[in-house]
């Protein structure tokens, strides 16, 4: 029997999208993403949707009330449905065994725990979160520890490669989808069927089928080598910067070698977003539990030398005005982890701003999709600092670039929006005190435009 029915546990930046997306696609069969958060789930049923990514409201639009539907009636969903995604956040743990570097399966556990209470027929179970190897295993250890009678489970692995900003696209042609399941018959009949699903739109040849572990593995493999292309042209930017060498021509020519390719060689402030630090400590502390320490420390530099980018960029900030910010207004530029996204988490933002306001700046915000509340709740909570008063009365956050940038001694690029790139830069230094600086942290700005006009511009990996 093919699948009629999906339900998704979690409403969050892949749950939402990919069920969106394959209700568009799969109109015959009814898809329900189903959360704990009343707030999200409310936002998933307004007209504002609860992310932002360019092409989802559009999807959103066409299959809300018809074949998509977003509840908090979690029991509901997961009894009417034959197939359910566990789509649930796997941060990185803060407390107990493994702190700052396991993945915590909380959520997980609990998505696994209510499906097990609920269910009363058969379900195929499809880990999409991130998770450490041999997750599926412990899913399946909890449904079959609570398994009533006539109820029989399926647990495949099912990473979801989507990055935030492209999401739809993303989804809508994928490079490959992954699918690990058992190697039995009823295994490989759960395969198949989820399958079906994706080759409503995708070449049959972009589904990858092999052995769960395989599968988990392959996820943060796949995170941890494109974290490891950021670092590594990161750390030759420092070599570019000490030489006189441009990082964006060595890229270019390393890039054009067919075996290394062009892409995730754009030198930057440092990576951000929820994942790929998150998974590269996930690996690097499954590599240390399974005495392989030379392998989590190989791994391990990639996040290293991600933290000395940041820390290298904000030094240059202050040894450049002086080696003080006291009494300094800076202007931020961008505030989400990339462009077109709202999506803070773990942004080089966070860094640059808690640096400047530690070294005495007021600081000064713009970012066309973050929210006021996100920017507070970024700067004030008590990871990031002690006293968040302090901190307070020096953010101001603004709804466009040029009362932003007004009467500030620098300017700071951390997001590569591409409105940032056509501001009227003449008008910007008009109202701003002298000497003014821009720091480009995302090397998209005309440079030499910038010093024409008088700026003092200091960028990565070139020498201006
Ligand atoms: N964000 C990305 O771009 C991306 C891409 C690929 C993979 N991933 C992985 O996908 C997973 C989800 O990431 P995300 O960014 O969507 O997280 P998110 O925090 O945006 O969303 C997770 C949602 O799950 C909900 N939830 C938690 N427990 C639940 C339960 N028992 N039942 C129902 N809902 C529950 C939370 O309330 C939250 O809304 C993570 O493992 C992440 O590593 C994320
Ligand atoms: O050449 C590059 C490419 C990216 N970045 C930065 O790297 C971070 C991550 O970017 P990106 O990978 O585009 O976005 P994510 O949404 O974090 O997506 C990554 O993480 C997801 C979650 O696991 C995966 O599904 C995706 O495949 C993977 O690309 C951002 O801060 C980017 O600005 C650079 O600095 N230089």
């Known amino acids: 029997m093919s699948i009629k029915n999906i339900c998704c546990l979690g409403a969050g930046y892949v749950g939402g999208p990919t069920c969106s997306v394959i209700a568009l ?63 649930v956040n796997t941060p990185t743990k803060i407390n107990g065994n493994g702190k700052g570097r396991a993945a915590d399966l909380k959520y997980v556990e609990g998505a696994a725990r209510i499906i097990a209470d609920v269910a009363q027929n058969n379900k195929i179970v499809v880990e999409k979160s991130t998770v450490p190897v041999r997750a599926a295993e412990s899913i399946a250890n909890i449904l079959i520890a609570n398994q009533k009678p006539g109820v029989t489970y399926q647990i495949l692995s099912n990473p979801e490669f989507l990055a935030e900003g492209t999401a739809v696209n993303d989804l809508l042609n994928a490079d490959r989808v992954l699918i690990g399941g058992e190697n039995t018959e009823a295994g490989r009949e759960a395969v198949e069927k989820l399958c079906s699903i994706y080759e409503h739109w995708l070449p049959r040849k972009n589904i990858v089928t092999m052995n769960t572990w395989s599968s988990e593995l392959s996820k943060l493999a796949a995170n941890a080598m494109l974290a490891q292309r950021i670092s590594s042209i990161n750390s030759l930017s420092a070599v570019c910067e000490a030489t006189g060498a441009d990082v964006s021509e060595v890229a270019r020519a390393v890039g054009l070698d067919s075996r290394i390719g062009s892409k995730f060689l754009q030198a930057s402030v440092g990576f951000g977003g929820s994942c790929f630090q998150k998974d590269i400590l996930n690996l690097v502390y499954i590599c240390e539990c399974l005495n392989l320490p030379e392998v989590a420390a190989y791994w391990q530099q990639v996040i290293d030398m991600n933290e000395y980018q940041k820390h290298r960029f904000t030094t240059k900030i202050i040894e ?67 006293n968040p008063e302090n901190y307070r009365k020096r953010i101001s956050i603004y709804t466009d670039p040029y009362t932003a940038s007004k009467d500030c001694h620098a300017i700071v690029v951390c997001t590569e929006w591409d409105e940032f790139v056509d501001l009227d830069y003449k008008k910007i230094y008009g109202n701003m005190m002298k000497p003014a600086y821009i720091f480009d942290g995302r090397k998209i700005l005309d440079h030499q435009a910038l010093i024409n006009i008088g700026y003092h511009v200091q960028t990565i990996g070139k020498r201006l």
Do not use: M
């Open 25 to 87: 696609k799969c109109p015959e069969i009814k898809v329900t993403v189903a959360d704990l958060s009343k707030d999200r789930i409310a936002q998933w049923n307004s007209e504002k949707l609860p992310i932002y990514e360019p092409g989802l409201d559009d999807v959103v639009r066409k299959c809300r009330g018809k074949n998509l539907f977003f509840s908090n009636n979690i029991e509901e969903s997961i009894l009417e449905a034959d197939l359910i995604f566990i789509s």
């Open 320 to 386: 450049s005005c002086f080696n003080t910010l006291s009494g300094k207004k800076i202007c931020i530029l961008g505030f989400a982890f990339k462009k077109n996204t709202g999506d803070t988490r773990e942004s080089p933002a966070i860094h640059v701003a808690k640096t400047l306001l530690d070294e005495g700046a007021s600081i000064k915000i713009y970012d066309p999709k973050v929210d006021k509340e996100q920017i507070d709740e970024d700067l004030t909570n008590p990871y990031v600092c002690e």
